[in-house]
């Protein structure tokens, strides 16, 4: 009998714990019995004002990145602003809403995002050099549906001043632009947008999806043309409501032993990431300090009081979102805390990478949702004027630049007056079909 109610007494001790751990029992239960798939135009809603708020602080730090100016300040400074177009919205709502990805600010040769540490003298020092290309990347979640945004952006200098790009640095940026263009089409499930007759329609729906390493070799195809390389295991995830690293994923350019599973379909929303390097595309770990962290799945009994402390704190502020050490109150006892939390799992760590030829690296990261209508842009980086870069490189392969052509989602009629024309990577200037604005629900 003592053995039993001692059973008892540990299964409720590691229910409490858990709730405790994952935003109390209310949470618990409207998560049972709540719809958090698209099919609720309540999710697409809290998606896109969270997007818009990324967007807007997006289009703000991109303003405020200046030569000379600190990394860790443009960092504290985009937080700062996140958190005060978040507390807009939602008002008197019980949900959890917040920062889906702290702002960093990655120098040319960086590969993830990188935010340094006030308490790091050394690295809170470092600042932005004249023409260096680097990566913005931040995001905003509203009942834990996250949109996050990544853009590459070239430091004002003399170089440039005339606003335009030449050589190698049209070459980077036009690389990672088209490739982002070409993965979106190619997530596009099978026959979702295809045209003709019934029978036509039905053959393209039956088509099987693209494999990852096909996927990988237009990609990597296109990049080439501009004398680039993909960044090696670039990952675009599945999200999910308080996940960013869900159950699917797409893995481009794989190193040894990594590989992808399943593919994009109709109702799911994807971070789609692209990573393109002047150099071989290979990764190394920097020496700089890893500060970015998420909590894992993983319940593990802290032995250290600061540990457990650190936790709860993270728990109750950031869920399951990414976050930077820097955005605790106690930089310094967070640096402490964190070894043990690292050290069993608790809390994932993600290193900072770069370059392994210490070149030049862009990327780009969309928040997308895949709609009966085709792909929407929920965030996703400003598209370019190309007319501002000068390059003699092209596109020339016939088979990407078709598939360039396509349309992302199917035009409903409304809106039209409203597109964009773009100049397409072919012999001769083109339009390029942009339908998303309208593939709504």
């Not at 409720?12 to 935003?23: L, N």
């Not at 979640?141 to 030449?166: L, M, T, W, Y």
């Not at 019934?198 to 195809?221: C, M």
């Not at 605790?328 to 760590?349: F, P």
Request: charged share 30%; hydrophobic share 35%; net charge neutral.
């Amino acid at each position: 009998m003592a053995e039993e109610a001692e059973k008892v007494r540990l299964s409720i001790e590691s229910f409490v714990s858990f709730v405790e751990q994952h935003g109390g029992l209310w949470l618990i239960i409207s998560t049972v019995l709540a719809d958090y798939s698209l099919n609720n135009p309540d999710v697409l809603t809290k998606y896109k004002t969270a997007a818009q708020i990324s967007q807007k602080v997006l289009e703000a730090v991109t303003g405020w990145c200046v030569e000379g100016e600190k990394i860790i300040t443009l960092c504290e400074r985009g937080d700062s602003l996140l958190e005060e177009e978040i507390a807009k919205v939602y008002k008197g709502k019980k949900i959890l809403k917040g920062i889906a990805h702290p702002t960093t600010v990655s120098p040319s040769s960086f590969i993830t995002p990188y935010t340094p540490l006030s308490s790091d003298a050394e690295e809170a020092a470092t600042t932005l050099k004249p023409a260096e290309i680097v990566k913005i990347q931040l995001g905003a979640q509203i009942d834990g549906f996250g949109a996050i945004v990544c853009d590459s952006i070239v430091i004002p200098s003399a170089k440039n001043e005339d606003d335009k790009h030449r050589g190698r640095e049209a070459d980077l940026l036009l690389a990672t632009h088209w490739a982002n263009e070409l993965l979106l089409r190619l997530m596009i499930p099978p026959g979702l947008l295809a045209t003709g007759s019934e029978e036509e329609k039905k053959k393209a729906t039956s088509e099987k999806p693209l494999s990852q390493s096909k996927i990988t070799s237009l990609l990597q195809k296109l990049v080439e043309s501009y004398g680039c390389k993909l960044v090696e295991s670039t990952t675009c995830w599945q999200f999910e409501r308080n996940e960013i690293e869900g159950k699917k994923k797409i893995v481009l350019a794989p190193s040894e032993g990594v590989k992808g599973e399943g593919s994009p379909d109709v109702g799911e929303v994807w971070g789609v990431e692209m990573g393109v390097s002047l150099g071989s595309g290979k990764i190394k770990t920097l020496d700089n300090r890893p500060t970015l962290h998420r909590r894992t799945t993983t319940n593990y009994g802290l032995s250290r009081p600061s540990s457990r402390q650190l936790l709860s704190a993270i728990v109750k502020r950031f869920q399951t979102f990414p976050f930077s050490l820097r955005q605790l109150d106690d930089e310094r006892g967070a640096k402490v805390g964190v070894v043990e939390c690292v050290r069993t799992n608790v809390l994932r760590q993600y290193e900072v990478v770069g370059d392994k030829d210490s070149q030049a690296v862009a990327r780009l990261f969309t928040t997308v949702a895949i709609t009966k209508n085709g792909l929407t842009r929920l965030s996703a980086p400003p598209p370019p004027d190309l007319e501002h870069y000068e390059t003699e490189k092209k596109i020339t392969d016939e088979e990407i630049l078709k598939i360039l052509e396509r349309p992302i989602a199917r035009s409903t009629g409304s809106k039209s007056k409203n597109k964009k024309k773009k100049k397409k990577p072919a012999k001769k200037a083109d339009e390029e079909e942009s339908g998303e604005s309208s593939a709504e629900e």
